[in-house]
């Protein structure tokens, strides 16, 4: 492209890296999902792209001021082992907002979370959730949650 480009988003993809996307065998989906997002919004020049992951805490794996690249994409899916023992999706909304603020923009962009999940969200913390995703909405920030689902199992009989 010779233009520069008009879109000035910063999006974060937060993928779970808690054990039931092991167990259900969702994690394969959910990197595949990572890589197609990513690949995707480079393609499109979107603007700053952070990638995260999340189970018991949060952590940014891609930070938003460096160039998404494939040699990018393969440190960061490195990183994913499956294994947290819980899946805190309340605290990765918090810290979604959080990393989101802590980014120094010029432009008051528009700022989108992408959530790549298996869904399994703890009972006691929904209510926090449904908060956050208000104060998201009110900070210019949308949520996306993509559940993946892990390949049925085939059963064959004799």
């Known amino acids: 492209r010779t233009k ?3 879109r000035d988003y910063r999006v974060l993809i937060a993928v779970d890296d808690s054990e039931s996307m092991q167990k259900s065998q969702a994690g394969d989906m959910a990197l595949r ?3 197609t997002l990513a690949n995707g919004m480079s393609q499109l020049e979107i ?5 995260a992951s999340f189970g018991e805490d949060m952590r940014l794996l891609h930070p938003f001021n460096l160039p998404f690249t494939s040699e990018s994409g393969v440190n960061v899916v490195s990183n994913f082992k499956f ?3 819980r899946t805190r999706t309340a605290l990765c909304v918090e810290s979604s907002i959080n990393v989101l603020e802590g980014v120094e ?3 008051s962009s528009m700022q989108l979370v992408f959530m790549i999940s298996d869904g399994r969200i703890e ?3 929904r209510s926090k959730l449904r908060r956050l995703i208000r104060e998201m909405s009110e900070k210019n920030m949308l949520m ?3 559940i993946v689902e892990g390949k049925n ?5 004799n």
């Open 4 to 6: 520069p480009a008009k």
């Open 33 to 35: 999902a990572l890589a």
């Open 47 to 51: 603007g700053q792209l952070g990638v």
């Open 83 to 85: 294994d947290d023992k």
């Open 105 to 107: 923009s010029v432009s």
């Open 123 to 125: 009972r006691d913390s």
């Open 144 to 146: 996306v949650m993509i």
């Open 153 to 157: 199992k085939v059963t064959t009989s």
